[in-house]
């Protein structure tokens, strides 16, 4: 089934800011809702303002649409109330409105933080079970159950995004295992636009070399992300890394002596 | 630690009963919490009614508590405003409860309708990915992200006990493979009040011979069954089976014919 | 090694008519063999009458051939002489005859009934060790032996052909697993008169998206099904379907209450 | 269930003779069958002379009995004929037979030349697949499948012994791999006649250090041998080993140059 | 063979000096030799000064003996022409005089230098390829070698053991990981003289629960640690733990925000 | 980095001498040395005398390269005092002089003597740990933990080729197995000095069927071996096989009867 109406929350902000400009002009529609004011500004774009916590409001915001993006929600640590209202109910009416609508597809924006406490020597995949590292983590890893109660029971196709750090470029160490390019997002959402699924939860990140992400069930899917954070490691890495080497191999002291290996072999 | 002081909330329930019973005389306290009325009975118990849903409530609860069994909510499926209180928004009272209160360990009921839209010839484990079949399973799936949460960031030990069907006895052929029986149920809170585990999901099921679930991580923590629905299976079995040869094997027709074989054999 | 000289026995069986006529007209020698009368009707056919338990003139009848392609032999359940006579000393004989007339290949029909009584839930492949339904299926286990021994021992190819269920198409839910298209048996012969191999037992199975069968050495042999018996699924399935979701899910009662998922997902 | 009444066929032959020794007096009944002639000696024994190829004799063989030891056949390479009659009929009859006393479990006498057709280096299991390295070993092979037949469709216990070399000890290389001492025979067939199980292949083998065979099933139905081929290692090994060195390791003729390790770690 | 004479090289350095004082009184005779001077203090102990680049000398130092414990040699990082005459031309030496003197086995003492240069996220075993990260570490890899050669070839027991950090207590951060207890060095000196191995290599390491080094193979051999680095680890952890947590998880900035985890629990 | 100056050392031997014909013209400077003197017969050449054993000689030589391909050092069984001068410090020394004149990668033919020891039915890798033959097998270890100190510490590229037997054809039974064709040795040289890699141990043998290693870390730099010895078995087969059948095959004395399978199946 292709997807030609395709409804956006959350389109007001960093994420779905960056899909509106790039999904402009290709689907017959293009409805953004968020909860603040937005302007229509391309041909197929309709702006349909909304609180994702309003069940009934919602509903109507899903109808007639072939496929959700759900980007929206608090995308920060906050307040339990907040929470409770805003991702959790949110997010259940969300699924709740597409089954009423008869959606085809919900693109589900969770985060890596739904599975935060895992240290970073862990390589994970879309099945690793959650461990939250904050209530906005939690919120996330329960979209993702709603997402597999309304795949499996009610047949609407779920894909999860487990984003990581989705910015020009990555700024710190951490980023470069977890960083998502403007244009690799994209790419992801259009996979989920596209591809044959049930339910999926994979990691929205680029093909970073350093990833703590074994994304292969993406790239089942046909992801084909194009960056790495990589590109980017040496102007991170420069200074901190002759410091750290006798804490990177297991013989200490005895490995900095007289060391001059090849920069980009270190780690 | 040795749990000496235990809070047990949905007391009044069937399975808070069973427990109650069990546990009464064993520890310096046991309070009784629900939301319906009770009275003290044994030696040690004390009753303290309250509302999940009431935070402030529930961190009294808490207070002084080494472990608490948290039973409560709804346990059946029903619509989302009630779910979202009492078994949402009531689990995580609990959990911040405790948090407040250094309570060493929270056994949580999950429920196996967590995961109840798997097909039946899955064998599945305390880490396969929650597949609800229900509003009240997505609840259950959502008080396991709760405990991981709780467990990996605050230090609080929790079991979640991906609950079968505790009856009394197999009553029909698919509680032969999700039967828990009372006694059974028993063993497997002493385990949580005693063993050392960080956040662990198991199921809470008997020795059954046609279990659908590995439960091999509780055996770990210390968990020995001794109950097994397969001593009622002849009972549950017996006239349905003839008829259902066929379909069973391979062989399709070509089995019954002179088919002689002992009846235990089967499936 | 081209086959030019093919033999078929039991050519005028139901699976030999449909042999005979894709093969006709492709080879120098099609000779074709029964116990039954035959008229010779494309060029290069040549009928000549056997009865296998005849061993010197199973000798005669190989003579010359590059390959046989043994369909003979009683294809139902009957009593132990018949069995022992023609389907056990029969497939004896012809691979003695195969022998002596420096056969390069055989391409047997097994059947899957020589693992019928393996439940559906098991995934078999040709290395499953036989689990005979009937005294027929236990002959079919025997000439897989017999292949094995001309094979290792005296150089004969021998493909053994667990063949499912070999019908226009699938009639019920069984051979929604078993099915195996006419014209996918043709091509797995076709990949038995030419592809390089020892000792191989495969299925006759289409490329069913139920099959129980792992048949990846077949594909490793460059069988390339292109039917699968799911294409004529809702047309088996529709009815009883809705009634047996309860049994498929671990779930249980908890699932069809407000199912709503795609028909095709079922299952 | 315990066997009580136990039939003995191919009593009078080497193997037979074995057991007939040592199962003596231990058993209400000892019947014992061959072709040949052969005296009761022991308390509780009886002589049943049968030909196993007479169907109706064999049925009346097995009347009454809770146990069949089936050595009975022919036991080296002969022709076509011979192995038809005795090998192959003679064992349906036999299991025909074992079905129609209501018998509880067969131990059957298959053989190591069921899969001689391995070469050395294979580990065989009793899942294995046969490669008969003749008729011989093609009926043991038969053997097998019939046992199969009768374990899942009729309910008879079936225990198939691919025996090895049953000699009073190794007398050449081979045998150092295959040897079965005459008391682990014993044992093999007393946990045959003890254990609980459905079908099962096993290797008749004792605990060679060298043996091709992973005999694991037969452990965990109890089977504990005593014996190991081993210690006649050295006097079989002595001389030919030396001058086998270079073929045996990997760096050929650089390994014998000043070659001086243990004995007993060569190979 | 129970080991009665035993050569401990190296005697006068900092391990032999701990295996005297253990194995003082234990042994029919205890050789010590050492470059530099010492003298007998205890019943049993002979002192045999020896230069072990002196082939000659060591030929005669190895006579009568059962066992060598093989510490001596250079054990810090210096020029290559000192490593090749002691370390390198020294442990041929060694062997070479434990063949002609039909010494049983040697005790190696490489170094975990060895594989100083793989990152600690790795899990090493003794069959890990050497990757020395220093001249030092070279030698001992060559050590290692040199164990092999005269194990399989010439059969004495060898068993090398990468040494850790043996210090009386851990005193930084990698030796929580790497850590070797005096009593556990003597323990697994213990298990060299008496275990039934061939070529072993193994680490010499506490059982410390941050071990990089997957010590199963010591295990298997009989070796017991008692020790564990953990024990000190609140005291070489306390201040830095809490600075590094958000390097640690996934969860990168997410994760100390009210982070309330058990200390021993981080990690 | 394309190597465009490259270094042989033992470039008079018979290795030295396949590769200086198959490289001659292809590069701006071929230097060739060895201890026997040679003269430069190509365009490029430049011949370059120089005893390994001599530390600043070997300096010198390595000036100005990108790539040495290390040949040198004694290619046969002998004494320690030589061993330890040419093999051993002879390495040693050449990897020193890389190091200084910023080589970017150093192929060093290693052998398969290094690993000698081990039984021919093991299939080994460049990771198999060494298991020496012989003195000279031990200093081809010894070179590999230096290229190990080399790549790891110091940045150099090193391969290591345990070679096979590289000869113009196989001429015993031992060859089928190791044999390295000329030009595939010449293949394998110029995947050293073309592909991307740290430190890597691959065996230089032929794609031969009979391979005792499993070379695929070869294949996955780039390694595409063309010949195979087993064109060669027919002729080294012939007579020996048909005695040694019972010997391959488990069924001992039955397997030759009757036999008569393909000559090329056997084994």
Chains 1, 2, 3, 4, 5, 6 share one sequence.
Not at 97 to 126: C, E, K, Q, W
Not at 150 to 174: E, T, V
Not at 206 to 229: F, I, V
Request: with cysteine.
């Amino acid at each position: 089934m292709t997807s030609k109406r395709i409804l956006i929350t959350g389109a007001a902000g960093r994420l779905g800011t960056i899909l509106r400009q790039s999904l402009a002009g290709r689907f017959e529609l293009l409805r953004l809702s968020d909860i603040v004011p937005m302007t229509a500004t391309a041909e197929g774009e309709q702006i349909a303002p909304c609180d994702l916590a309003d069940a009934a409001a919602v509903r109507d915001l899903c109808e007639g649409m072939d496929a959700v993006i759900h980007l929206g929600g608090i995308p920060y640590e906050t307040g339990w109330s907040e929470m409770l209202r805003t991702n959790i109910a949110g997010t259940v009416n969300l699924y709740e409105g597409a089954r009423h609508a008869g959606v085809d597809r919900v693109i589900f924006a969770s985060s890596n933080h739904a599975t935060g406490m895992y240290p970073n020597d862990r390589t994970l995949t879309g099945g690793s079970p959650p461990r939250p590292d904050s209530r906005y983590g939690l919120t996330k890893a329960f979209g993702e159950d709603v997402a597999a109660l309304y795949a499996y029971k009610h047949g609407i196709r779920s894909l999860c995004l487990r984003i990581g750090s989705c910015l020009p470029k990555p700024d710190n160490r951490r980023a470069l295992s977890t960083w998502l390019s403007h244009k690799d997002f994209v790419r992801l959402v259009e996979v989920g636009l596209t591809a044959d699924y049930v339910h999926e939860i994979v990691y929205g990140v680029s093909r970073n070399t350093r990833s703590w992400w074994d994304n292969s069930a993406a790239y089942r899917l046909g992801y084909e992300p194009l960056d790495n954070a990589e590109v980017y490691a040496a102007e991170v890495e420069s200074i901190e890394l002759k410091a750290e080497l006798a804490r990177l191999y297991q013989g200490g002291n005895f490995v900095p002596e007289e060391f001059t290996s090849r920069r980009e072999w270190l780690g």
